[in-house]
């Protein structure tokens, strides 16, 4: 079984928040953003998610869209708010699988990082940070 709080489905109109700094090989300071592979599994229709930082308002873009019942994943990159958190939003109820493949700080500081940060298929989901 996995770890973490996200033990279901994401529901329609749900938000998921997504510590993404300290994890996964992702400094805990100093990122601005990161890039992330998000992926919808077996949604019940067709929809779409929305990935932002979430300190701001969820904007009015897809990041992912999908088709019922099928297997969706998308790059997204993304800034982190103040918390090192980033938000996903679905327009219909479906698996979500987040996983950081890098990051990028401040001074044009780049590196790699490989974790998978949300799966709610196997209830893994948001990590606290390390």
Request: glycine fraction near 14%.
């Amino acid at each position: 079984h996995g770890v973490g709080r996200r033990a279901a489905r994401v529901a329609a109109g749900e938000v998921v928040r997504v510590p993404v700094t300290g994890v996964g090989g992702v400094p805990d300071a100093g990122v601005s953003g990161v890039a992330l592979n998000v992926t919808a599994v077996l949604p019940v229709a067709d929809g779409h998610m929305t990935v932002w930082p979430c300190g701001l308002s969820r904007p009015g873009t897809s990041s992912v869209n999908f088709r019922a019942g099928g297997v969706s994943p998308n790059a997204v990159v993304v800034p982190v708010d103040d918390t090192g958190e980033v938000c996903v939003w679905s327009l219909v109820e479906t698996d979500v699988v987040v996983d950081v493949s890098g990051w990028f700080g401040d001074a044009a500081a780049v590196g790699v990082a490989s974790a998978r940060l949300v799966d709610s298929r196997h209830g893994i989901g948001p990590q606290p940070p390390r």
